[in-house]
C-alpha cells in the first residue's frame, strides 16, 4: 500500500481545466519531485493534497484511507519560512506539536542543534538568515506529527550559494529521518540532487506525463552535478518539460 495515492484527479477553475485525470504514487520514506512548466497546476495539486481545495473528479488516499477535502493530514512547508516573527526559533518550530497537545521540547533543541542552529533557540526569527530562516522551518516541518511532507519550492528565494548548501543540507537530515516527501521545484538540477523520483507535468490540463526513477547512490555530493549521467537526465527531462516529448523511455 503506498503511503500517498492519488487518483485520476481533475479541477477546474472559472471554467478553465487545471488538472485532468492526474494520477501519482508515493512510497513511505519517498523523496518524489514534481516538476513542470510554470502555471501547470503544481499548486493547485499541492492544495487538493492539502485539503484546501475539492476536486470536480478523483480522490486521495493516505495509507488507504481517502482524506479528499479533509484537512489535517499532512505538514505543509510553503515558499516562505511563515515562521511567526513573535515567537522564538524554539517556540516556532514547536508549534505543530503545540497544536496536538504532545510538544517534545528535548527532541526539538536536539533538531535545531543538528540544524546549525545551536545559540538561537530564543532568539527571534529577525535574528536568523534567509537559509538559517528555511532550516527552522524544515524542522518545524519535520516536527510536526503528520508523516507526508509537501515542500512548495522552499529554497526559491535563496541566492544560489545558499541553496546549494540547503540542498546539501536537507538530503542529509532526509537521510537521517526518512520521512516521505513530495517536493515542487521549477529546479531540475535541485530535483535531480534530492529525488528518489521525477514526475513531469503536462501543461494545462496538468496530469502526470512521465516519471524518472533516479539512479544515483546516496549520499549524494557536489560532484554529482558534473557526471555525464546527471547531464543527460537533465537535457532529456528538460525536452519533457519544453515539448512534453523526450526520446527514449526510462
Known amino acids: 500500500m503506498s503511503h500517498l495515492e492519488i487518483g485520476h484527479l481533475s479541477k477546474n477553475f472559472a471554467g478553465k481545466e487545471i488538472l485532468k485525470g492526474l ?17 501547470s497546476g503544481k499548486s493547485t ?30 505538514s505543509y512547508m510553503p515558499q516562505q519560512h511563515s515562521l511567526f516573527p513573535w515567537r ?40 536568523l538568515s534567509g537559509g538559517m530562516k528555511q532550516r527552522a522551518a524544515f524542522i518545524r516541518a519535520l516536527l510536526s506529527p503528520q508523516s507526508l511532507i509537501l515542500l512548495d519550492e522552499p529554497f ?3 541566492d544560489d550559494f545558499t541553496r546549494q548548501d540547503m540542498q546539501q543540507w536537507l538530503q542529509s537530515i532526509w537521510i537521517e529521518y526518512k520521512k516521505t516527501i513530495l517536493f515542487v ?17 503536462s501543461t494545462k490540463p496538468a496530469a502526470v506525463i512521465k516519471e524518472f526513477k533516479l539512479p544515483f547512490d546516496r549520499p549524494r555530493d557536489k560532484e554529482l552535478f ?13 525536452s519533457w518539460i519544453l515539448n512534453g516529448s523526450g526520446g527514449v523511455e526510462r
Open 23 to 39: 494520477q501519482l504514487s508515493v512510497e513511505e520514506g519517498e523523496f518524489v519531485t514534481i516538476l513542470g512548466p510554470s502555471g
Open 45 to 74: 495539486l499541492f492544495h487538493i493534497i492539502g485539503g484546501l481545495l475539492t476536486p470536480e473528479q478523483g480522490s486521495v488516499f493516505l495509507y488507504g484511507q481517502e482524506i479528499t477535502g479533509e484537512r489535517g493530514h499532512i
Open 88 to 127: 522564538t526559533i524554539l517556540q516556532n518550530v514547536l508549534l505543530g506539536q503545540e497544536l496536538t497537545g504532545k510538544a517534545d521540547k528535548e527532541r526539538a533543541v536536539d533538531m535545531i542543534e543538528k540544524a546549525g542552529l545551536a545559540g538561537y533557540e530564543n532568539e527571534l526569527p529577525d535574528a
Open 156 to 158: 526559491s528565494a535563496l
Open 185 to 201: 521545484t521549477h529546479n531540475i538540477e535541485e530535483a535531480l540532487f534530492l529525488s528518489d523520483r521525477i514526475a513531469i507535468l
Open 226 to 238: 558534473f557526471a555525464r549521467e546527471f547531464f543527460d537526465l537533465k537535457q532529456e527531462i528538460s
